[in-house]
Nanobody
Framework: QVQLVESGGGLVQAGGSLRLSCVASGVGSGSIFRINSMAWYRQAPGKQREVVAT????????NYADSVQGRFTISRDNAKNTVYLQMNSLKPEDTARYYC??????????WGQGTQVTVSS
């Protein structure tokens, strides 16, 4: 079974930056990770989970939610089974728990614990 472990969150002031990481591990994780588009999701208290950014299996194509376009950058290192989210110019509305998973919502893996990002104004 593939496990997803997110890290890198924390408390930051508005305008600051954070870099999140997500490592896929477990049986079959390497092959599963390399052939799948991946995504970062976030969920704020009282809100539904939303897609923040996606990246294709080779890393050649990325897409972003309008709310983070130009501020966040998704990338991946297939050799390390890791996907990253560089977050710059953070805003209080970016406060949420961040998760990674497959980009295809019909093929989601078990969710990891996520990593909390809190942006103070």
């Amino acid at each position: 079974q593939v496990q997803l472990v997110e890290s890198g969150g924390g408390l930051v002031q508005a305008g600051g930056s954070l870099r999140l990481s997500c490592v896929a591990s477990g049986v079959g994780s390497g092959s599963i990770f390399r052939i799948n588009s991946m995504a970062w999701y976030r969920q704020a208290p009282g809100k539904q989970r939303e897609v923040v950014a996606t990246i294709t299996n080779g890393g050649g194509t990325t897409n972003y939610a309008d709310s983070v376009q130009g501020r966040f950058t998704i990338s991946r290192d297939n050799a390390k089974n890791t996907v990253y989210l560089q977050m710059n110019s953070l805003k209080p509305e970016d406060t949420a728990r961040y998760y990674c998973n497959r980009a295809n919502a019909n093929l989601l893996l078990s969710w990891g614990q996520g990593t909390q990002v809190t942006v103070s104004s």
